[in-house]
């Protein structure tokens, strides 16, 4: 069974992963040539629904599904792929373009041709001037050897693809504030619905992907969607990039088929503590993800046991913290981020979350009263109603509950070592 | 109730009760019909749904449970189950008030809102009682001025965005956003660039907390301490429904009110804060006579003696045909109608005219075929503007036009010598030089070259014509060609526009002459022999003089008196210049105004007016539309009500115009006037405050009904030609007298195209020496590339004059 799709070739030829030759010498292309010679685009579009691939980007929606929701009629449509990749801790999507572009081409490729689409947009966080200028490198490859731009390979087929570099905001890897900003307006999420499948770039018909879903395209067309689906556990297929860091010996994206256990990925893949020191916790899916603990170690990793746990496997970002850490200030930080990058529209998220981050703030400098543990969680249920999971929210999009993520994290799990930052007058470790 | 919804409705259940509500509308809405009042801040029925506060956030079931969601940004759909007053609700809305609460600075008692304040109120009913926030609050320098008109204090702001939506969504000049982001983000103005826009009163008065206040009203008065009466706005003839609001017998704010026949609750700033001027301290207080050093007070009982033994002498010796009257369209119908009859009957003229000489034919704007009405351009779906420049003349109307061409979907075709405010969201943009209309109305008509796209979107009706003098030195034969033009189109509607406020209530009494009250013909035997005994006098036939008429009549000796009526043809008339020397030299000026002008200071004899807001009466706007005005204040102590001065006048005279109070002219003019049967002083105070009254009604009879004439004229040839126009700031009394406009008038300048500006050797900000007709005057030129070659701007009644001939010469100074 294979283990890996997206991170062979980066292995393999690590001195020129990146550009045509290589790519063209290791197979790649060959799945466009087939699609454009001899498959429809409803072809391509079954081998992706049939692979059950859930997005990457952190929602873990179905892709295929996703496809399926485009009005018929409505053209032009537009395929915007998600490289803003700003989830603290999230580094996968870097890899990718940097390392094998022309994955993520041919798979921009064969999904345009897919869906009826002539132009698609790569959108790639402001943070990230090399990987923009390797996949723009490829870009150029691709057009000059035939696979992107008008009569692609001899078909009737015709597609162009742009780059567009971020501002510097976390909020627009929310789909739709990318929207508004590939439109030239300011990042902020718009209300859903309608869904960008329906109206989204220009209000046209718009699919939005991760960066890391579509590489997986080529994959699919070569091997079958149901190649794909044979991968991994029901409801976690394929493999996954996960982007290991914080207290563990060997950081980095490891690419796995789902399924392994906790502490395969933290103690084998990852190496386990430096100096064996105890794990604390975890966040398993990105700053926006509540934490998993000692106990959960020998839970699957798949989505829907993640899910079943109350957090979620989100972007991929697992960030281990040991006993070390100090959970008051570990919180302070993430929320300070997402308070940071609130676009600020709507009410909760941007008083709540700076409030929340305050608060914090004052506790873990020893400034923080008893009262303000119950506040904490208050303020976090005024975002959040019910601390339920997955999360019900007074806000627009699913920026304002990520804050209390790590609020309810520590309060639930650790409420005696915040409550020794007050009694204590500061940090007990 | 039965199962089945009626048609176009649909079926919801708020709270536990069945209820029907329209289909399409959204939550919020339908629950406020309903009797259901839900929170909010930033929803308004005015804008699209944003969602940004979250006030009004409540419950709907669905199939995976109860949704918590937004009702401003939710539609209603049949079965939908809604709970406003959940615990989950009810904690989720004091939870976003208590948001919005943490940061704010609370300063109600020095707050203009404190009172009437949604925030304010909606603390003190769903709010928590006491803070939980102990952090320090977000500070910003407050208040900041971003424009003449307007403060911004960005502590007491909500983020609510209804005024960045408004001037991107609503008024079109985008100048205020949301800037920064998370607890930083704030409202303001773009570096260098202040919230210029003629609408920015707008967002003061749908800021729903006092961050946005005006200049004018800051400090003024507390909400509960105001009086407050709805009328009509007196500054142009879109007549906007208004709220005037005083304290202590003065004005001190004007708010809009939502109809939807004509604001939709807008006004222009030139509307809402235009109203200093009646405040201000050059208002007349008592007559006046001409005296050895120019105008002395007098007494009432010797300025009576003196107008009415002036007039009977000129009648004696010249004939009654040696009066006329100019004015009466910037007042109430009622001192409109005086006006008329008083001339016709007690002095026995001909020669009177509201328009001074910058109209349209009298009849196409009392009485065209086809009349259109404002709200006609919310189902249009093509309109063509060929006129004057709305957002600078009738602002509100370009915000509907606006509103038709961008929310709506109509196809707007614009058709004017340079650039105008709708351009921009225009789908045909024609333009050509002043003199040359009629070639591109041929064109149009033709649908030649670039016009064929136009002619196509026009053919697709309803469509809606709007019609006006683009510039002042254009004749009023193309206006009327081209609502000819619209008449022809498959199914339009024809909007003839002029501007002075009540204009159309003035030619509907009667001052012109050509129309008698009613829109009856002066040239029609009969309607003359009816009106006579209505009022027991001789009525003269039409061959009267219009303004035009008047001045040329004053200039060869015919005409020696005037009696003018809140005009001052010596600053308004076309060429003021020529009005001026004109007055001059008349024998007797009789002339009721509630300031001096220039005109008033040739008078013999001045007369105080009380004005808007002082006296009542009624009005009628562009569509016909007949709405009130109301009185809230005295007035200056020696002012009277116009008809009143008339009356004593007529008296003195021996006659009587039977002008006793404005209730009764009122009553008299329904009886007299034909198309105005039915538009009764109580049926008027019955439609009060929601939209007025259009005449004719269906139970009245309009005499004529004008079909307009398209009249060839050949297209001149001139090498340099000039567009005069109105801008909204000018010199006029409003702006002049108003404090807080006056500082926005415009700087005069001529406007010239870099192609004309090359071959005479002038550079863009370079001083020019602009001659025309009457006159020349140096001035700065400013490089204008809308403009078609061969033409020159120059914004009127800014103080300079060169006359209003087409015909211009352009020299570099030097
Ligand atoms: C606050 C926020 C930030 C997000 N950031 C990213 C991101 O950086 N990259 C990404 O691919 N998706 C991000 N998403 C998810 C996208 O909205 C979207 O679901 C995704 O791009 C869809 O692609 P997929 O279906 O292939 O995962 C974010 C979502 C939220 C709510
Ligand atoms: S939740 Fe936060 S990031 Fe999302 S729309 Fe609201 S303010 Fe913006
Ligand atoms: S200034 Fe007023 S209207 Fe504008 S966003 Fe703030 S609260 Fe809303
Ligand atoms: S558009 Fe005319 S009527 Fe309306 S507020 Fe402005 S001046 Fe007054
Ligand atoms: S009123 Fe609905 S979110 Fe503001």
């Not at chain 2, 235009?274 to 010797?302: C, H, V």
């Amino acid at each position: 069974m294979t283990d890996r799709i997206l991170t062979t070739r980066m292995d393999a030829h690590p001195a020129d992963s990146n550009v045509l030759a290589r790519y063209e010498a290791t197979g790649g292309y060959a799945a466009l040539r087939t699609a454009l010679a001899s498959k429809t685009p409803e072809e391509i579009a079954a081998e992706v629904k049939a692979s059950n691939i859930r997005g990457r980007g952190g929602a873990n929606f179905p892709a295929g599904v996703k496809w399926g929701f485009l009005p018929p009629e409505t053209r032009p449509r537009y395929l915007v792929v998600n490289g803003d990749e700003s989830e603290p801790g999230t580094f996968k999507d870097r890899q990718l373009l940097e390392r094998d572009p022309h994955q993520l081409v041919e798979g921009i490729a064969l999904s345009a041709y897919a869906l009826d689409v002539r132009q698609a947009f790569v959108y790639i966080r402001g943070e990230y001037p090399r990987p923009a200028r390797r996949l723009q490198r490829a870009i150029d490859e691709a057009y000059e050897a035939g696979y992107l731009g008008t009569g692609i390979l001899g078909s009737g087929f015709d597609l162009d693809i742009t780059v567009h570099l971020g501002g510097g905001a976390y909020i627009c890897g929310e789909e739709t504030a990318l929207l508004n900003s590939l439109e030239g307006r300011r990042g902020e999420p718009r209300i859903k619905p309608p869904f960008p499948a329906v109206e989204g770039l220009y209000a046209k018909p718009t699919i939005v992907n991760n960066v890391e879903t579509l590489s997986n395209v080529p994959f699919m067309i070569n091997q079958g969607g149901a190649a794909y689906d044979a991968i991994g556990p029901e409801g976690a297929r394929g493999t996954r990039l996960f982007s290991l860091s914080g207290h563990v010996r060997n950081p980095g994206n490891k690419e796995i088929v789902m399924g392994m256990t906790w502490r395969d990925l933290i103690y084998g893949l990852g190496g386990g503590i430096p100096e064996d020191r105890a794990i604390k916790a975890w966040i398993p899916g990105g700053a926006s993800a509540p934490w998993l603990l000692p106990e959960h170690l020998d839970e699957p990793v798949t989505i829907d046991d993640v899910g079943r746990l109350k957090t979620m496997l989100g972007s991929g970002a697992v960030v281990v913290m040991d006993e070390t850490t100090c959970v008051v200030k570990a919180a302070h930080r993430i929320v300070r981020f997402f308070a940071h990058e609130s676009c600020g529209q709507c009410t909760p998220c941007r008083e709540g979350g700076s409030w929340l981050e305050r608060m914090l703030a004052r506790i873990e400098s020893g400034d923080g009263r008893m009262m303000d543990l119950d506040l904490l969680l208050d303020v976090s249920d005024n975002i959040s109603p019910g601390l339920t999971w997955p999360p019900k929210m007074t806000t627009i999009c699913p920026l304002g509950p990520s804050a209390t993520a790590p609020v309810t994290s520590i309060m639930w799990h650790f409420r005696n070592e915040v409550e020794a930052h007050i009694t204590g007058g500061g940090c007990p470790l | 109730m039965s199962d089945e919804a009626t048609p176009g409705m649909v079926k919801i259940t708020i709270d536990g009760r069945e209820m029907q509500v329209p289909a399409g509308d959204l939550l919020i809405a339908a629950a406020e019909k309903a009797g259901t009042y839900i929170p909010r801040f930033c929803w308004h029925s005015r804008m699209k749904p944003v969602g940004l506060c979250r006030m009004c956030l409540v419950e709907v079931e669905g199939p995976r449970g109860t949704m918590l969601t937004t009702s401003c940004t939710m539609q209603v759909n049949d079965g939908m189950v809604v709970h406003t007053e959940s615990d989950v609700v009810k904690k989720a809305q004091e939870g976003v008030l208590e948001f919005l609460l943490i940061n704010h600075p609370l300063d109600c008692p020095v707050c203009d809102k404190g009172g009437e304040c949604p925030l304010q109120d909606q603390t003190v009913s769903f709010g928590p009682g006491e803070s939980r926030f102990v952090e320090e609050k977000r500070h910003f320098e407050k208040p900041i001025p971003i424009s003449d008109l307007v403060l911004l204090d960005r502590e007491r702001c909500i983020l609510c965005a209804r005024c960045t939506r408004f001037s991107e969504e609503i008024s079109g000049d985008p100048l205020i956003e949301f800037v920064e982001r998370g607890s930083g983000t704030q409202v303001l103005t773009f570096p260098d660039e202040p919230f210029a826009s003629y609408f920015s009163g707008n967002t003061v008065q749908i800021c729903p907390v006092g961050a946005l206040t005006a200049t004018a009203y800051r400090f003024r008065a507390r909400p509960w301490d105001l009086q407050a009466a709805e009328s009509t706005c007196p500054h142009c003839s879109v007549g906007c429904r208004i709220s005037v609001q005083s304290s202590q017998n003065q004005v001190l704010r004007f708010q809009g009110v939502d109809v939807d026949s004509t604001n939709q609750g807008w006004l222009c700033d030139k509307g809402r804060f235009g109203f200093e001027y009646l405040n201000s301290p050059d208002r007349l207080s008592t007559p006046k006579m001409a005296g050895d050093d120019g105008l002395q007070e007098a007494s009432w009982i010797d300025a009576l003696d003196a107008a009415a033994s002036g007039l009977m002498s000129i009648i004696d010796e010249h004939g009654p045909g040696a009066v006329a009257g100019i004015g009466g369209a910037r007042g109430t119908n009622e001192e409109a109608y005086a006006f008329g009859k008083f001339l016709r009957s007690v002095v026995g003229t001909g020669h009177l005219d509201a328009q001074i000489g910058d109209g349209l034919e009298p009849r196409l704007l009392a009485a065209p075929a086809d009349r259109g009405l404002i709200g006609d351009l919310e189902k249009a779906s093509s309109i063509l503007v060929w006129g004057p420049d709305l957002k600078e003349e009738l602002p509100v109307l370009y915000l509907r036009v606006r509103r038709a061409a961008t929310e709506l979907g109509a196809k707007l075709v614009v058709a004017h010598p340079r650039r105008t405010g709708l351009d921009d969201v225009a789908t045909h943009t024609l333009r050509y030089r002043p003199g040359a209309g009629q070639d591109l109305l041929r064109r149009l008509a033709a649908g030649e070259g670039d016009a064929g796209a136009a002619l196509a979107a026009l053919k697709e009706g309803p469509t809606v014509v709007i019609t006006g003098l683009a510039g002042l030195t254009e004749g009023p034969d193309l206006a009327e060609a081209v609502a000819a033009f619209g008449r022809d189109l498959p199914d339009a509607t024809v909007l003839p526009v002029a501007r002075r406020s009540n204009v159309f209530g003035a030619l509907d009494m009667g001052v012109s002459p050509a129309l008698l009250p009613g829109r009856a013909s002066a040239v029609d035997d009969g309607a003359r022999a009816t009106l006579s005994g209505h009022w027991g006098a001789d009525v003269p036939d039409g061959s009267g003089r219009d303004t035009a008429g008047i001045i040329e009549g004053l200039e060869a000796g015919a005409i020696r008196a005037v009696v003018l009526l809140g005009a001052d043809p010596a600053v308004d008339f076309p060429d003021p210049a020529r009005a001026s020397a004109a007055l001059a030299g008349a024998e007797l000026i009789v002339a009721i105004d509630m300031f001096e002008s220039v005109s008033t200071s040739m008078a013999t004899v001045v007369f105080p007016a009380l004005g808007f807001t002082e006296t009542e009466g009624t009005v009628t706007n562009l569509e016909g539309r007949v709405q009130k005005v109301s009185r809230l204040l005295p007035g200056p102590g020696g002012a009277r009500p116009s008809w009143e001065i008339l009356e004593d006048v007529a008296t003195r005279m021996g006659g009587s115009i039977g002008a006793t109070s404005a209730g009764v002219i009122a009553t008299e003019i329904e009886k007299v006037a034909p198309a105005y049967a039915g538009a009764t002083w109580d049926a008027l105070n019955t439609a009060f405050g929601r939209d007025g009254i259009v005449v004719p009604t269906a139970d009245a009879t309009q005499p004529i009904e004008y079909v307009p004439v398209d009249r060839p004229s050949a297209p001149v040839q001139r090498d340099l030609v000039l567009h005069l126009a109105r801008v909204l700031y000018d010199g006029g009394t409003t702006v002049q007298r108003g404090l807080s406009l006056a500082k926005l008038a415009a700087e005069p300048a001529v406007y010239i195209t870099p192609q004309d500006a090359h071959r005479l050797g002038v550079a863009d900000g370079s001083a020019v020496r602009l001659s025309g007709g009457n006159g020349s005057a140096e001035l700065t030129a400013r490089f204008d590339d809308s403009l078609t070659p061969g033409a020159v701007y120059l914004p009127f009644n800014l103080g300079i004059s060169v006359g209003s001939g087409l015909e211009v010469e352009l020299e570099a100074l030097a």
